[in-house]
């Protein structure tokens, strides 16, 4: 891990596909491989089809039309940060072909503004906060490995209030939070919080990783059914725990335009935009 972190450190950017938690947990359920080449990390899926994702490492070090002709397979290569969707546009442009993946955008907010909830454009989400906070008997403590198993065990409630077994998304991310759970203690760089109702009883919880010394990734947060507020109460917690953050990564939408509108309407301050990138075909 320690060596996949420091090629994660040297590019420009870090979208939250390529943190080291984000690739084991998901491994599996996208049939993800990685190559090691010298300098640079590439990753390939084959599932639900064949495609690279963009390499980890220097980019601007790289001479990538030849880094890019050396490919085994000319598959599609998608989740392709901005920064090297750029460099690949004036280096390679005679070779492979770029377009916007919006569904792939990662939303960056500024913590501190989450936190304080200032102004009209968080108007609803601090009253939101407030119902919740007022009616209920609740506490907020960072999650460690003792509570775990409580975590795991609303996480099942959770999915059985969902039912979800009848989709194919929300059991496979069932899966992968069941297994960052359970090795939680033992995962690099990952932070968590609770918060608990009428004194044990598990009503959210968040997964987050640092993936810059400024930038938290929310990787999985949920919360039950039956509490007003209680998103709004543990975003709002969990980052006013971890004040020391600038800003925090909370992922993709994945194209769900029910996601979509609720990851705007935390007034996002910055997007990492992400490409897909297929060949161009050449004269023989």
Request: proline letters at 5%.
């Amino acid at each position: 891990m320690p060596e996949y972190r420091r090629h994660l450190d040297a590019a420009s950017q870090a979208a939250s596909d390529y943190s080291f938690v984000n690739i084991w947990a998901w491994a599996q359920e996208y049939g993800l491989t990685w190559a090691w080449d010298n300098d640079l990390v590439w990753l390939r899926q084959s599932l639900p089809y064949p495609a690279y994702w963009a390499p980890v490492g220097n980019w601007e070090a790289a001479d990538w039309q030849p880094r890019l002709l050396e490919l085994a397979e000319k598959l599609p290569i998608i989740r392709v940060p901005e920064k090297l969707a750029g460099l690949w546009q004036s280096q390679a442009a005679n070779i492979i072909s770029g377009e916007e993946a919006r569904e792939h955008w990662d939303y960056i907010y500024n913590t501190s503004e989450l936190i304080t909830l200032k102004g009209r454009k968080f108007h609803k989400k601090k009253n939101l906060l407030n119902q919740f906070k007022s009616k209920h008997d609740w506490h907020y403590i960072p999650m460690e490995q003792p509570f775990v198993d409580q975590v795991l065990k609303m996480q099942l409630n959770w999915c059985t209030w969902r039912n979800c077994e009848a989709s194919a998304g929300l059991a496979a991310e069932d899966r992968v939070i069941s297994k960052v759970l359970h090795d939680y203690a033992a995962l690099p760089d990952l932070l968590g919080g609770i918060i608990m109702v009428n004194e044990f009883d598990v009503a959210a919880f968040v997964v987050a990783e640092v993936i810059r010394p400024d930038t938290l990734i929310i990787h999985f947060e949920k919360g039950m059914g039956g509490y007003k507020g209680i998103y709004q109460a543990i975003n709002q917690m969990f980052l006013a725990a971890n004040p020391e953050f600038v800003f925090v990564n909370r992922e993709q939408d994945l194209g769900n335009e029910g996601l979509r509108k609720a990851k705007m309407s935390y007034n996002p301050v910055k997007f990492i935009k992400k490409y897909t990138f297929k060949w161009l075909r050449r004269n023989s």
